[in-house]
Protein backbone atom coordinates (compact mmCIF):
# COMPACT_ATOMS: atom_id res chain seq x y z
CA UNK A 1 0.00 0.00 0.00
CA UNK A 2 0.88 3.64 -1.11
CA UNK A 3 2.04 6.38 1.48
CA UNK A 4 -1.40 8.16 -0.72
CA UNK A 5 -3.02 5.17 -0.39
CA UNK A 6 -2.16 5.12 3.63
CA UNK A 7 -3.22 9.29 3.89
CA UNK A 8 -6.04 9.12 2.35
CA UNK A 9 -7.45 5.79 4.35
CA UNK A 10 -6.73 8.20 7.73
CA UNK A 11 -8.43 11.36 6.02
CA UNK A 12 -11.65 9.09 5.19
CA UNK A 13 -11.38 7.62 8.84
CA UNK A 14 -10.77 10.96 10.20
CA UNK A 15 -13.89 12.34 8.06
CA UNK A 16 -16.09 9.42 9.56
CA UNK A 17 -15.12 10.19 13.08
CA UNK A 18 -16.22 13.59 12.52
CA UNK A 19 -19.16 12.76 10.77
CA UNK A 20 -20.70 10.94 13.75
CA UNK A 21 -19.34 13.11 15.98
CA UNK A 22 -21.95 15.69 14.68
CA UNK A 23 -25.02 13.67 14.23
CA UNK A 24 -24.86 12.53 17.97
CA UNK A 25 -24.48 15.91 20.08
CA UNK A 26 -25.12 16.26 24.44
CA UNK A 27 -26.44 19.96 24.55
CA UNK A 28 -25.37 21.55 27.83
CA UNK A 29 -28.03 24.19 28.17
CA UNK A 30 -29.98 27.12 30.67
CA UNK A 31 -32.93 28.28 31.22
CA UNK A 32 -34.25 31.01 29.42
CA UNK A 33 -36.39 33.29 31.76
CA UNK A 34 -37.55 35.62 28.95
CA UNK A 35 -39.17 32.64 27.04
CA UNK A 36 -39.99 31.33 29.91
CA UNK A 37 -43.45 31.19 31.75
CA UNK A 38 -44.53 29.38 34.72
CA UNK A 39 -48.09 29.71 36.27
CA UNK A 40 -49.64 28.11 39.58
CA UNK A 41 -53.80 28.11 39.13
CA UNK A 42 -55.75 27.73 42.29
CA UNK A 43 -59.34 27.82 43.91
CA UNK A 44 -60.68 29.72 46.69
CA UNK A 45 -64.16 29.71 48.85
CA UNK A 46 -65.18 32.82 46.61
CA UNK A 47 -62.80 32.67 43.33
CA UNK A 48 -60.01 31.26 41.30
CA UNK A 49 -56.37 32.93 41.62
CA UNK A 50 -53.24 32.45 39.23
CA UNK A 51 -49.80 33.50 40.51
CA UNK A 52 -47.07 34.10 38.05
CA UNK A 53 -43.47 32.98 38.83
CA UNK A 54 -40.82 35.94 37.99
CA UNK A 55 -37.66 34.50 38.66
CA UNK A 56 -36.38 30.79 37.97
CA UNK A 57 -33.42 29.24 36.94
CA UNK A 58 -32.06 25.86 35.92
CA UNK A 59 -29.89 23.90 33.43
CA UNK A 60 -30.34 20.86 31.21
CA UNK A 61 -28.07 18.39 29.46
CA UNK A 62 -29.68 16.51 26.23
CA UNK A 63 -28.62 14.19 23.59
CA UNK A 64 -29.72 15.06 20.33
CA UNK A 65 -29.15 12.81 16.94
CA UNK A 66 -29.93 14.76 13.61
CA UNK A 67 -32.42 17.25 15.26
CA UNK A 68 -34.12 14.03 17.07
CA UNK A 69 -34.38 13.51 20.81
CA UNK A 70 -32.36 10.90 22.13
CA UNK A 71 -31.77 11.78 25.84
CA UNK A 72 -32.34 13.87 28.83
CA UNK A 73 -29.23 13.04 31.01
CA UNK A 74 -30.07 15.74 33.59
CA UNK A 75 -32.59 18.46 33.80
CA UNK A 76 -32.95 20.64 37.35
CA UNK A 77 -35.66 23.47 37.91
CA UNK A 78 -35.89 26.19 40.50
CA UNK A 79 -38.80 29.09 40.98
CA UNK A 80 -37.89 31.48 43.52
CA UNK A 81 -40.88 31.16 46.10
CA UNK A 82 -40.58 35.05 47.12
CA UNK A 83 -40.72 35.67 43.08
CA UNK A 84 -44.11 34.37 42.88
CA UNK A 85 -46.36 37.29 42.20
CA UNK A 86 -50.28 37.27 41.73
CA UNK A 87 -49.97 41.30 41.81
CA UNK A 88 -52.01 41.44 45.22
CA UNK A 89 -49.62 41.74 48.10
CA UNK A 90 -51.77 40.53 50.83
CA UNK A 91 -52.29 37.33 49.00
CA UNK A 92 -48.17 37.43 48.35
CA UNK A 93 -47.43 37.60 51.69
CA UNK A 94 -50.12 34.82 52.92
CA UNK A 95 -48.26 33.01 49.79
CA UNK A 96 -44.90 33.06 51.63
CA UNK A 97 -46.14 32.64 54.88
CA UNK A 98 -47.74 29.50 53.72
CA UNK A 99 -44.38 28.48 51.68
CA UNK A 100 -42.00 29.27 54.66
CA UNK A 101 -40.31 31.79 52.71
CA UNK A 102 -37.70 32.86 54.83
CA UNK A 103 -36.31 29.23 55.18
CA UNK A 104 -36.63 27.47 52.15
CA UNK A 105 -36.40 30.27 48.84
CA UNK A 106 -36.97 28.01 46.37
CA UNK A 107 -39.17 25.21 45.05
CA UNK A 108 -37.38 22.80 43.14
CA UNK A 109 -37.43 20.00 40.63
CA UNK A 110 -34.60 17.27 39.85
CA UNK A 111 -35.00 14.67 37.20
CA UNK A 112 -34.21 11.49 38.24
CA UNK A 113 -35.02 8.95 35.39
CA UNK A 114 -36.65 9.06 32.33
CA UNK A 115 -39.04 6.67 31.31
CA UNK A 116 -40.20 7.13 27.89
CA UNK A 117 -39.30 9.31 24.96
CA UNK A 118 -41.47 9.68 22.26
CA UNK A 119 -41.51 11.20 19.07
CA UNK A 120 -44.93 12.88 17.78
CA UNK A 121 -43.42 14.51 14.76
CA UNK A 122 -40.68 16.18 13.51
CA UNK A 123 -38.93 18.05 16.30
CA UNK A 124 -41.67 16.97 19.00
CA UNK A 125 -41.42 14.61 21.96
CA UNK A 126 -43.76 13.71 24.44
CA UNK A 127 -40.99 12.77 27.43
CA UNK A 128 -42.44 10.43 30.75
CA UNK A 129 -40.29 11.14 34.02
CA UNK A 130 -39.69 10.53 37.71
CA UNK A 131 -38.41 13.29 39.59
CA UNK A 132 -38.02 14.58 43.19
CA UNK A 133 -40.42 18.24 43.84
CA UNK A 134 -38.76 19.72 46.53
CA UNK A 135 -41.60 22.35 48.37
CA UNK A 136 -41.02 23.90 51.52
CA UNK A 137 -38.07 21.62 52.63
CA UNK A 138 -40.75 18.60 51.92
CA UNK A 139 -38.87 16.20 49.07
CA UNK A 140 -41.57 13.85 47.40
CA UNK A 141 -41.03 11.67 44.31
CA UNK A 142 -43.75 12.46 41.12
CA UNK A 143 -43.86 11.40 37.81
CA UNK A 144 -43.85 14.01 35.10
CA UNK A 145 -45.54 13.99 31.58
CA UNK A 146 -44.26 16.74 29.16
CA UNK A 147 -43.44 17.55 25.95
CA UNK A 148 -40.21 18.42 24.16
CA UNK A 149 -39.64 20.73 21.42
CA UNK A 150 -36.62 21.05 19.54
CA UNK A 151 -35.68 24.64 17.63
CA UNK A 152 -32.57 24.57 17.14
CA UNK A 153 -30.33 24.89 19.90
CA UNK A 154 -33.23 25.25 22.04
CA UNK A 155 -35.42 23.07 23.84
CA UNK A 156 -38.99 24.58 25.13
CA UNK A 157 -40.48 21.77 27.93
CA UNK A 158 -44.05 22.55 28.60
CA UNK A 159 -46.98 21.01 30.53
CA UNK A 160 -48.76 21.17 33.17
CA UNK A 161 -48.77 19.24 37.41
CA UNK A 162 -51.32 18.86 39.98
CA UNK A 163 -50.54 19.17 43.24
CA UNK A 164 -51.96 18.64 46.94
CA UNK A 165 -50.27 21.27 48.80
CA UNK A 166 -50.61 19.25 52.05
CA UNK A 167 -48.70 16.41 50.71
CA UNK A 168 -45.76 18.92 51.48
CA UNK A 169 -47.32 20.17 55.17
CA UNK A 170 -48.33 23.21 53.32
CA UNK A 171 -51.48 24.66 55.07
CA UNK A 172 -53.41 26.38 52.27
CA UNK A 173 -53.65 30.13 53.19
CA UNK A 174 -56.60 31.89 54.46
CA UNK A 175 -57.54 35.47 54.35
CA UNK A 176 -60.18 37.95 55.94
CA UNK A 177 -59.68 35.84 59.45
CA UNK A 178 -60.41 32.92 57.68
CA UNK A 179 -63.44 33.69 55.74
CA UNK A 180 -61.82 33.50 52.28
CA UNK A 181 -59.79 29.86 52.37
CA UNK A 182 -58.15 28.31 49.09
CA UNK A 183 -57.98 24.72 48.00
CA UNK A 184 -55.06 22.30 48.59
CA UNK A 185 -54.72 21.79 45.35
CA UNK A 186 -52.53 23.62 42.77
CA UNK A 187 -52.32 23.18 39.00
CA UNK A 188 -48.94 24.42 37.62
CA UNK A 189 -48.33 24.95 34.18
CA UNK A 190 -45.87 25.57 32.68
CA UNK A 191 -43.47 26.49 29.33
CA UNK A 192 -39.55 26.46 29.95
CA UNK A 193 -37.25 27.57 27.55
CA UNK A 194 -32.99 26.12 27.72
CA UNK A 195 -30.69 27.44 25.71
Given at each position: MSKIQ????????LVVVLLNLNTLVAQDSKVVLAESKLVVFGT??????EINAKAMSGKSSLTIDAGSLKAIKSLDFAVEVEQ?????SGMDKNTFKALNS????????KLVSVTKITEVSKGNFTVETQGDLTISGVTKRINQTFTVKIIGGKAIFSG??????TVYGVKPPTA????IKTGKD????????YN
Open positions: TKLGTLLTSNLHDWLKSGKNTYKTINFKTKIDMLMGTVTIDFKVT
